[in-house]
């Protein structure tokens, strides 16, 4: 399996533009999560779905974020408008579904917004 | 408070020193505790994975936990150069059904000089 894949690698937009970042989880897997990583604040879960179903989105910052998970093998992170504040790195995961299994990481998308 | 809390760093030590890094934590719910290793521009991958308190030891590495302290860390012995990274410890509940979230700390810079 090639892995958890996530595009863009890199994304540099400008204020106010809508972003949208992608991911493939592993085949199989039916638990994905969404993180956001800041030397400030570290790793970050923003959102996590089971069974395409979102479990817990607590970790959104704000409305301009969003997510969806149409099915099993494909989810976006959507952030309408960006603010300069967004530039992070984000990842995604995924995982099966049992309770005390790995999660596997993308190699996450670095975004900037200027 | 954060519910996870490790000291970002950054640590440097020479080549063959033993390592240890901490992280301490506020949640009793918490039954499993990793160990993830991120390379500059990676995502994270799982380095050590352990259940309750005690130690666990792969290779080089030892996890050792004790809950009643809520107090985890992770040995290195023998350190290498390519040990150099980012570890980061993370944690979550006992979830009998579907994944549960991944609690992270910040992360500590490691390098290890040759």
């Known amino acids: 399996d090639a892995g958890v894949i996530q595009s863009p690698r890199h994304e540099v937009t400008e204020m106010g533009q809508e972003v949208t970042l992608r991911c493939k989880p592993i085949?199989?897997?039916?638990?994905l999560f969404w993180y956001r990583q800041t030397m400030m604040r570290g790793l970050e879960l923003l959102i996590y779905f089971n069974n395409n179903v979102p479990i817990d989105d607590s970790g959104m910052p704000e409305d301009r974020f969003s997510a969806k998970m149409p099915n099993a093998s494909f989810s976006t992170l959507k952030i309408q408008p960006s603010e300069p504040r967004d530039s992070a790195v984000y990842f995604c995961a995924s995982s099966q579904f049992r309770g005390n299994t790995e999660a596997f990481f993308g190699q996450g998308t670095r975004l900037t917004v200027v | 408070q954060k519910e996870v809390e490790q000291d970002p760093g950054p640590l440097s030590v020479p080549e063959g020193a033993i390592v240890s890094l901490n992280c301490t934590y506020s949640?009793?719910?918490?039954?499993?505790f990793m160990w993830y290793r991120q390379y500059s521009r990676k995502g994270p991958e799982l380095l050590m994975y352990t259940y309750s308190s005690g130690n666990k030891e792969d290779g080089r590495f030892t996890a050792q936990v004790d809950k009643s302290s809520k107090y985890i860390s992770l040995f290195i012995r023998d350190s290498q150069p390519s040990d150099s990274a980012t570890y980061l410890c993370?944690?979550?509940?006992?979830?009998?059904?579907?994944?549960?979230?991944?609690?992270f700390g910040q992360g500590t810079r490691l390098t290890i000089n040759p």
């Open positions: 949640n009793s719910a918490f039954q499993y």
């Open positions: 085949s199989g897997h039916n638990s």
């Open positions: 993370a944690m979550k509940e006992f979830q009998p059904q579907g994944a549960q979230k991944l609690v």
